[in-house]
């Protein structure tokens, strides 16, 4: 970690998942909780307040004080940014045919909603703000700028086994697209790759605009700083807006019951010769609670 430091990096994230052992255990994770508690402190003197943790709630038999007494524990440790999961039910898993069968009991939605409020209530108390369904920061200064680049349609360049890529390119007629890449998973054959043709490229595609604005407008509303027509005109030929766009009878439906707001970008620079006023659209706290439902509504 420290030589990660002192060539520049000034973030560090621990896969923390639980501090139970009984529930990592459960999960297939290698470390104990004695072990997580050991890489939070670790990183904390080396990296100060650029350190951040994950967990994940919604585990079978969880109830709301053990999902509290996780999150204070940890906050106790280290408490500058995590981020919270909710622990999904993939079909076809293991974990998928044990829920089915009733050999595993999750919590139901109305707990999981409970959780999920849970979390931002304490995370609230504890003076960090919920930027992003999933991600708590104390301060600005402390969120994930790598993040919000996802979000809004930066391009980046993933390194490493299974890292992803987005990528702006220019079609045949000068329209601009994104380009998505996909590195090798598996470790040894991701070197391998390397040192026999100097690239572990597996896939390659041309995302079509659509694709780019759907992706963009579900990653922007999933974050309290919503969507920008900034984001929507670096796709294709600068025309699209989220007025335009989307569907506005239903972004209407939801602007009406105080789910999403309208707003303008706070990036806007007309004395750097931007002549637009581009347009913001956020979801409000209660509308992160169901956006996910909102996003699948409202895009064409």
Known sequence: MRAFREAGVTRCSIGIQSFEDKVLKWMN??????????????????????VTFDLIYGVPNQTLENLGNQLNFALNLSDSHFSAYQLTVEYGTALYKQVQDKSILMPDS??????????????K??????????????GSGNEGM????????????????????????LDETLRSIKKSEINIRDP???????????????????????????ELTLFGLRSKYGVSDKSYKLIGDGSHTLKNYLLLDKVKKYTDQRLLLWGIDPT????????????????TVKGMMVVDSIIADIIP
């Open 29 to 50: 994770r290698s470390h104990t909780g004695k072990d997580a508690v050991k890489a939070i402190n670790v990183a904390t003197n080396i990296f100060n307040n650029g």
């Open 110 to 123: 109305e707990l999981m909603a409970d959780m999920y409020e849970h979390i931002y209530s304490v995370s």
């Open 125 to 138: 108390s504890r003076g960090l703000d919920r930027y992003e369904i999933s991600n708590y920061a104390k």
């Open 146 to 169: 790598h993040n919000k680049n996802y979000w809004n349609g930066t391009d980046y360049f993933g390194i490493g086994p299974g890292a992803h890529s987005r990528i702006t390119v």
């Open 188 to 214: 040894k054959n991701y070197i391998n790759s390397v040192l026999t043709t100097q690239h572990a490229l597996a896939k390659s595609r041309m995302l079509s605009e659509n694709e780019s604005l759907n």
């Open 268 to 283: 806007n620079n007309h004395s750097a010769g931007e002549s637009d006023t581009y347009l913001t659209l956020a979801p």
